[in-house]
């Protein structure tokens, strides 16, 4: 069985643009992983072991003191102060909705949202290993740092986290870092929601991004 990594891909370059940063690596990677192949066996991903979230990566019942609502299609999250709501379209012409954070315009700290309701035959077990396996190939270099990890999350049948992190270089030329999370959902066998937060790999933390991946719920 082969799927293919375009739509989550293009979710992370779209969002990627809509926040103003450099998409470079990212586009780049989308492009490469458009044209890629793998093939991978159902059975065992359906036997892979669930484990607890990552560190500072588990789901929040109470957002923090100051934070904002955020509903999109299918979704809600919370959003610290300071972070810009823009919506765009996928590939596949989905909704998208990007967080955008203070910053310098090459590497702002954001969170995107998307949808997929055509997820076929691939659950987010697939799609995630898949697209894990994208990652390592070099666009123009192999993302660092990878790690996939499958959990749960309220809401959802299936959940699957991916974190990497990547360098590209910006307009003027210099290289930025930056790490990022991607939470894959399905929500139900007609529904995939997915989250992608990233921020520069000095300030994740403080940027607040996972905190508003770890409110996010489907409604």
């Keep these: 069985m082969t799927v293919s990594t375009v739509r989550r891909a293009s979710l992370l370059a779209l969002a990627a643009l809509l926040a103003g940063c450099s998409a470079t690596g990212v586009a780049s990677r989308s492009a490469r992983s458009g044209s890629t192949k793998v093939t991978i066996k159902p059975s065992s991903l359906g036997r892979e072991r669930v484990h607890e979230q990552p560190d500072g990566l588990a789901p929040i019942d109470k957002p923090p003191s100051g934070f904002t609502k955020v509903s999109g299609d299918g979704f809600v999250a919370w959003a610290p102060p300071g972070f810009t709501p823009k919506k765009g379209t996928s ?28 997820p076929g035959r ?6 995630s290993y898949t697209f894990e396996s994208a990652l390592r190939v070099p666009a123009p270099e192999p993302a660092k740092g990878i790690r996939r990890t499958v959990t749960r999350w309220p809401g959802t049948l299936r959940a699957v986290i991916v974190e990497w992190t990547t360098e590209a270089p ?6 930025s870092a930056m790490h990022h999370v991607q939470l894959f959902t399905d929500v139900d066998d007609g529904l995939s929601l997915s989250v992608v937060a990233a921020a520069p790999v000095d300030t994740f933390d403080q940027s607040q991004v996972a905190t508003v991946l770890r409110t996010f719920r489907p409604t």
């Design 170 to 175: 910006d307009a003027s030329g210099a290289t």
């Design 91 to 118: 590939r596949s012409g989905e909704p998208l909705l990007v967080l955008v954070g203070p910053g310098a315009e090459a590497a702002r700290p954001h969170v995107g949202f998307g949808r997929d309701t055509k």
């Design 122 to 127: 691939a659950s987010v077990m697939e799609q």
